[in-house]
């Protein structure tokens, strides 16, 4: 299994641009989920899913969308780039939720390597 | 109140210490609870789910106390490769399928 995979590594972009940051888990995982991470600020959630076409907002959701028609991706797209939003973006995925589905032991977070955005 | 609170460190310690990170949590219905590691640039990975009974890996234990709302990692014979940042994770559910993190606590094992 190459567990959860994401792409770019790296990423430049100038402010008002667009793009879409891929995730990919080949798990069969229920959940998946994006973050980003600031200095100083922990890693905050962005949007989350429950399962294929089921998605709704984390903490911080404004100037991202995101869609899940399968189960293994998970993109998050940037609409206008802008500079504040320069930071390291994970993706993650569980097998479930716990209170979604109640199995303890099956809502471990698994994370991908992390893709470095710079908005100029 | 923040919903999950950590102390950011950094704890320097020597080699062979023993040392012991808190981390509270406002929600009184989050039901997993989990301490992750990151070392600089990396991605978090798990080091820890934590039980209402308390478990323990090796040199690691964790520990839940629901009345008082915390979650607790004691680490004993600190090696210097447990240098890295360690990550309060608790779940909040109650109609909403939420992970939040900690700031994290920074921790330097001195040689």
């Known amino acids: 299994n190459a567990g959860v995979t994401q792409t770019p590594k790296f990423q430049v972009l100038k402010t008002g641009q667009s793009m879409t940051l891929q995730c990919a888990q080949d798990?069969?995982?229920?959940?998946m989920s994006w973050y980003r991470q600031d200095p100083g600020m922990g890693l905050r959630l962005i949007h989350y899913?429950?399962?294929?076409?089921?998605?709704d907002q984390g903490e911080v959701p404004n100037g991202y969308n995101v869609s899940r028609s399968t189960t293994e991706d998970f993109p998050l797209r940037l609409l206008s780039a802008a500079p504040s939003q320069t930071s390291v973006y994970f993706c993650?995925?569980?097998?479930?939720?716990?209170?979604?589905?109640?199995?303890?032991?099956?809502?471990?977070?698994?994370f991908g390597p992390g893709t470095r955005l710079t908005v100029l | 109140r923040k919903e999950v609170e950590q102390d950011p460190g950094p704890f320097n310690v020597p080699e062979g210490a023993t040392v012991a990170f808190n981390c509270t949590y406002s929600?009184?219905?989050?039901?997993?609870f989990f301490w992750y590691r990151q070392d600089c640039r990396k991605e978090p990975k798990l080091l820890m789910s934590?039980?209402?009974s308390g478990n323990e890996d090796g040199r690691f234990t964790a520990q839940l106390n629901r009345a008082s709302q915390y979650i607790s990692l004691l680490i004993r014979d600190s090696k210097l490769s447990d240098s890295a940042t360690y990550l309060c994770v608790v779940n909040m559910a109650s109609g909403t399928y939420k992970y939040i993190f900690g700031t994290g606590t920074r921790l330097k094992v001195l040689a």
């Open positions: 993650a995925s569980s097998y479930t939720f716990r209170g979604y589905h109640d199995l303890p032991g099956t809502d471990t977070q698994y």
């Open positions: 899913s429950v399962g294929a076409g089921i998605t």
């Open positions: 934590v039980y209402s």
């Open positions: 798990m069969n995982h229920e959940y």
């Open positions: 929600n009184s219905a989050s039901q997993s």
